[in-house]
């Protein structure tokens, strides 16, 4: 079945990278996504990769993708307190559904 | 523009009031959505409405109501509902049933 897999916590310095991992089931997702949600707030879409590519980078976002493996991991460089959230993993079942992880808390100490 | 908006931001109940919730886009998107999300836990999906008509109901119980009146407009409205009802409900879009999904802020839901 569809599942999707994440650690659930994640401690890091502020200024160093932090890289959050995700394992997935369905090899036929088109897109992986990952959302970020701040405490109170709704889901933002932070950044998504096509399934046909290996890696994707926007400013201080690196997404990379082993389709192999079914592993996605999204980098964030130069890591701020603002940074501090809960990170969705998520893959497009197809069929109109985002299928999520369990999300990982990040937190930035200063 | 990838917003969707939300009303209220808040609203407590009691558990037999009918209360309504609010969502809304602008981005020319037909396909919306309904989710609950319990504290640290992913959204759970409730309701897909595509070109305004409900596509996907995840069994949720009848006390839940979804109502689509135009392609930018989608409301949850709430009946008799249990304090475990209680939850941020989140609303998305997107260009069509299979897209990117963008989401609103919630409306945080507390049932007494």
Request: with cysteine; aromatic share 10%; hydrophobic share 30%.
């Amino acid at each position: 079945g569809e599942d999707v897999e994440q650690s659930l916590f994640l401690s890091v310095r502020e200024g160093d990278s932090s890289v959050i991992n995700c394992t997935y089931t369905d090899s036929s997702s088109t897109y992986l996504y990952w959302y970020k949600q701040e405490p109170g707030a709704g889901l933002q879409l932070l950044t998504y990769i096509f399934s046909n590519m290996d890696m994707k980078q926007d400013q201080r976002l690196t997404v990379l993708l082993n389709k192999k493996d079914k592993h996605l991991s999204l980098r964030i460089a130069d890591t701020q307190t603002g940074d501090s959230a809960i990170y969705f993993c998520a893959e497009d079942n197809q069929g109109g559904k985002l299928i999520f992880g369990q999300g990982t808390e990040l937190s930035v100490k200063p | 523009d990838t917003e969707v908006t939300q009303t209220p931001k808040h609203l407590v109940m009691g558990m037999t009031n009918k209360k309504s919730l609010k969502c809304e886009q602008h981005m020319g998107h037909r396909a919306m959505y309904w989710y609950k999300q319990k504290a640290k836990k992913p959204p759970e999906l409730m309701f897909v409405y595509s070109y305004e008509k409900l596509s996907i109901n995840e069994s949720v119980p009848s006390r839940f109501s979804p109502e689509c009146p135009n392609s930018s407009l989608l409301n949850l409205h709430l009946h008799a509902l249990q304090p475990e009802d209680s939850a941020l409900y989140l609303c998305a879009s997107s260009q069509s049933g299979t897209d990117t999904q963008y989401f609103g802020p919630g409306t945080r839901l507390t049932v007494l």
